[in-house]
Every structure is written in C-alpha cells, then in structure tokens.
C-alpha cells in the first residue's frame, strides 16, 4: 500500500505540529495533497480508470473545500499551507 501508518504519522507531523493532531486543517490538506499526486500518477498509466478518476475527483474538492475554509478563517495559515505545498491558486 502507498499510504502507510507511518507515513501518514510524518505528514501529520510535518504539517499539522504533531503525529496524534489529525484533525488539523494542514494536516487533513497535505494528506490530501499526497494521495491527489499518487491518483494522478496511477491515472497517467491507467488512463480508463474511471472509479479511480471519480475518486480523484472528490478529493480535490474536498481539498479545496478545506483550503476555502482556511482562507476564509485565517489567511495567514491559508498562504503558507500553499507555499509549503506548492498548490496554485
């Protein structure tokens, strides 16, 4: 599997302060971010991959809609989260 536990612990703790804060706005967005790149790269080899390609879908809106909560609740979290994760807006 491409998401392991301890993977998971190093994104959260990278971006949400520590492995157990999973909840954390950051956090939830780097995961996001990580399995969005891993889908996009399983949909460049399988390109009629139709369940995979809804499932990317749905996440980057719920990526975004997180990413529009962040903004409008503190901006400054907002613009570093994208600069750290080099996500265009």
Known sequence: M?????K?????QQ???VAANTGSAEGQI???T???SHL??????NRKDYNTERSLVLLVGKRRRLLDYLKKTEINRYREIIKVLGIRK
Do not use: D, Q, W
């Open 15 to 17: 971006h949400g302060g």
């Open 2 to 6: 491409y998401l392991t536990k301890e």
């Open 40 to 45: 996009t790269e399983h949909l460049k080899r």
């Open 34 to 36: 990580y399995r969005i």
């Open 8 to 12: 998971k612990a190093e994104i959260f």
């Open 30 to 32: 780097a995961l996001f």
